[in-house]
């Protein structure tokens, strides 16, 4: 596993850069933000990284910090988020800001970063709260008319665009004595194997 890279930029692109390390060039994804602090081509970086291997490609992804790329896998471990809408939100808004915004269920300002649309901004809210055991407010919809049953994990559900028939579905074969949280997150799992999984490019 190759855990940091000390070396000298040679090449910076939107997305990409190349670091010299003894002479051999190592290709590295970095955030908007990590990409502007990283100076000019020619001075001496340091980059923290994680190697991500596939069966058709290696990708190197470079951080400014251990705590950006703590911050990184987390997004990556929610489905639907793949490389580059992980790198945009790292782009957008730094570790401390982007705990504040889950912290405060702000999940609709997550909706700035590039790819993430409504669904997703409240998938993020969802599971980045359970990950850090933050007790956010989750994203609600309309109360149930009278005489529907209310569950607050089908809410949760529908508020992330699931019908009703769908998220009970889901519901049904979850253990209900778990808590909320676990209930919500293994619903999820059960749906998103239903539907193929989320884009991970």
Known sequence: MIAELRGTVVYKSDAECVVDV?????AVWVSSRTMAGLGRVGERVHLYTHLLIREDEW?????????ERRRFLDLMAVNGVGVKVALAILGQWDADELEGLVHKGQWQTLK????????????????????????APMPQVAPAGEGEAQDVVVEGL?????????????????????????RLRE????LDRRQGGGNRG
């Open 59 to 67: 990708r190197l992804v470079g951080f400014a910090s251990v705590r």
């Open 22 to 26: 003894h002479g051999i060039g190592f």
């Open 112 to 135: 700035q970063a590039p790819g993430v649309g409504a669904k997703l901004a409240q998938r993020l809210q969802l599971e980045l709260a359970s990950r850090w055991k933050v007790n």
């Open 158 to 182: 529908m508020a992330l665009g699931y019908s009703a028939d769908e998220a009970w579905a889901a519901v049904n074969t979850v253990e209900q004595a778990l808590p909320d949280e676990v």
């Open 187 to 190: 619903a999820l799992k059960r």
